[in-house]
């Protein structure tokens, strides 16, 4: 039986040398859950958090297929600890499991190239306006479709104000892209891309069919995740 652990310490042999930013965010609890297949001695589990979830431990085909009720995803970007679980994710979901590549973010200190992106931001045409997420932006987007994705894992200002960081482009006061942190940790953030059709849709990532993996490539006007490990 599955069952989430609230008690993130029962899990840290589980997770043990994951070096990825959504795992770290899950067991410092802060963001996202953990599920195991026992409460007293888990052997199994899956760190999930929006459309991701993390899978490790021993492989067992109840944890790769279970949804949680408050799971929206039409999607599913399911990341293998190991060949094992991969093996029982393409058993169990056949067809729709498109294995794709998965790209990380170097985390290592002082590898970040500021001056690259200070000329990037210094390339935005005069008719765009660049302007970081404090709480009126927050709002909106969680009231529009397309850019409720920017916040959607924060359950209010609060939290995204503590962990959280993002910036938004405007047109005529109308916020036409966004990048933002799609979870926050301490020490670490997770940043995703977002724009409507017909904006600034230029490189992105797009996600694979239900049950997949996570992939990455060219698709214009993309508004799903473009995220670092």
């Given amino acids: 039986m599955i069952e989430e652990l609230k008690d993130v310490k029962m899990a840290e042999a589980l997770f043990f040398g994951w070096q990825d930013s959504v795992v770290w965010a899950a067991m410092q609890g802060v963001m996202g859950r953990i599920y195991v297949d026992s409460l ?3 052997a199994s589990g899956a760190v999930m958090l929006g459309d991701f979830c993390f899978l ?3 492989p067992m085909e109840e944890m790769v297929k279970y949804i949680p009720k408050w799971c929206q995803a039409k999607t599913r970007i399911l990341v ?8 029982v994710i393409e058993e169990s979901y056949g067809s729709l499991a498109e294995k794709k590549v998965r790209y990380a973010i170097k985390k290592e200190p002082g590898v970040f190239d500021l001056k690259k992106l ?12 660049m302007k970081l997420i404090d709480q009126e932006i927050f709002d909106r987007c969680r009231n529009t479709d397309w850019s409720k994705d920017l916040v959607i894992n924060y359950e ?6 503590k962990f959280g960081l ?3 482009i405007l047109k005529d006061g109308e916020i036409v892209a966004g990048i933002f942190s799609f979870f926050g940790s301490y020490g670490g953030i997770g940043k995703e891309v977002v724009n409507p059709e017909g904006f600034l849709g230029k490189r992105g990532a797009y996600h694979c069919g239900g ?12 508004t799903t995740p473009c995220m670092g490990a």
């Avoid at 200070?118 to 306006?129: C, V």
């Avoid at 049950?211 to 993309?222: A, D, L, P, T």
């Fill in 40 to 42: 007293e001695k888990p």
């Fill in 56 to 58: 490790s431990g021993r």
């Fill in 80 to 87: 293998p600890q190991n060949a094992e679980w991969a093996k």
């Fill in 118 to 129: 200070q000329a990037a931001a210094g390339s935005l045409s005069p008719e765009y306006e």
């Fill in 156 to 161: 209010n200002y609060a939290l995204y104000e």
């Fill in 166 to 168: 993002g910036v938004v």
């Fill in 211 to 222: 049950g997949g993996f996570f992939c990455m490539g060219k698709k214009k006007n993309s």
